[in-house]
């Protein structure tokens, strides 16, 4: 596999609180990434870090060979990203989000956003003040899905979704991208919800990478469930 994305000795502090520390990692073109942790390890800073959110305190990342900075706009037109909580402005139809973002990304499909808003049962003409916080979750992953991008970071993007849903993307859609070479970064504290979709397992604690390996190889040299092996690996740590 090729190389995508480099990640190389990263922290990052919020005054006296390191959040991730000397965090490296290779990321290599569609394979689908599972990073856990628990909530406050780091897994939503590492995200609005590679999405220049927030800036680093030390460390590089290269994307493409190419290093990016904080204030690298270009890159972005290749990524998508979910947060747990997405943001968008109030007063905007549905469709007229859609329309907003669709200029800013050369590989917007139209056809994907317009299929996504029919299976998430989302009406385009209403406004995103009415929707629900789950209806605003399915509405951010039909906006990133839309954008075709090369790298896709998911930050907890279940959590607020109601059970079919959740299993609907956990099976068909993240199954859908991988097959067609979408490299995933699945961030959660949800051990369970890795198990059936993970390729690569990285895990965070105390803002370091203690596990970076091949999940089957994971599994097999621990000879227990995902749910175990976490349990075990930070009170190691601990």
Same mark, same amino acid.
């Given at each position: 596999?090729?190389?995508?994305?480099?990640?190389?000795?990263?922290?990052?502090?919020?005054?006296?609180?390191?959040?991730?520390?000397?965090?490296?990692?290779?990321?290599?073109?569609?394979?689908?990434?599972?990073?856990?942790?628990?909530?406050?390890?780091?897994?939503?800073?590492?995200?609005?870090?590679?999405?220049?959110?927030?800036?680093?305190?030390?460390?590089?990342?290269?994307?493409?060979?190419?290093?990016?900075?904080?204030?690298?706009?270009?890159?972005?037109?290749?990524?998508?990203?979910?947060?747990?909580?997405?943001?968008?402005?109030?007063?905007?139809?549905?469709?007229?989000?859609?329309?907003?973002?669709?200029?800013?990304?050369?590989?917007?499909?139209?056809?994907?956003?317009?299929?996504?808003?029919?299976?998430?049962?989302?009406?385009?003409?209403?406004?995103?003040?009415?929707?629900?916080?789950?209806?605003?979750?399915?509405?951010?992953?039909?906006?990133?899905?839309?954008?075709?991008?090369?790298?896709?970071?998911?930050? =907890?993007?279940?959590?607020?979704?109601?059970?079919?849903?959740? +299993?609907?993307? !956990?099976? #068909? &859609?993240?199954?859908? %991208?991988? @097959?067609?070479?979408?490299?995933?970064?699945?961030?959660?504290?949800?051990?369970?919800?890795?198990?059936?979709?993970?390729?690569?397992?990285?895990?965070?604690?105390?803002?370091?990478?203690?596990? =970076?390996?091949?999940?089957?190889?994971?599994?097999?040299?621990? +000879?227990?469930? !995902?749910? #175990? &092996?976490?349990?075990? %690996?930070? @009170?190691?740590?601990?």
């Amino acid at each position: 596999m090729t190389e995508l994305l480099r990640i190389q000795h990263l922290s990052k502090s919020f005054g006296r609180k390191p959040v991730l520390k000397d965090f490296d990692v290779a990321v290599e073109s569609g394979r689908v990434y599972g990073l856990l942790g628990r909530n406050g390890e780091g897994k939503t800073t590492l995200a609005r870090v590679l999405m220049g959110v927030i800036p680093a305190d030390v460390g590089d990342i290269l994307y493409k060979g190419r290093r990016i900075s904080f204030r690298d706009s270009a890159y972005k037109r290749e990524f998508g990203y979910v947060p747990e909580d997405p943001f968008f402005y109030e007063d905007m139809t549905i469709r007229g989000l859609l329309d907003f973002n669709a200029r800013f990304y050369p590989r917007w499909n139209r056809k994907r956003a317009a299929s996504d808003l029919e299976r998430f049962a989302l009406d385009p003409r209403s406004r995103i003040r009415t929707l629900s916080r789950g209806m605003k979750l399915k509405l951010g992953l039909a906006v990133a899905l839309a954008a075709a991008p090369e790298f896709l970071i998911l930050d =907890d993007p279940t959590s607020g979704l109601d059970v079919p849903t959740r +299993q609907d993307f !956990l099976r #068909d &859609i993240i199954r859908e %991208l991988a @097959a067609s070479g979408t490299t995933i970064l699945f961030a959660t504290h949800m051990v369970h919800e890795l198990e059936r979709i993970v390729e690569w397992l990285l895990v965070l604690h105390g803002g370091r990478l203690i596990v =970076d390996g091949d999940f089957e190889k994971v599994k097999a040299q621990h +000879q227990a469930s !995902l749910e #175990d &092996i976490f349990v075990s %690996l930070v @009170a190691d740590k601990a």
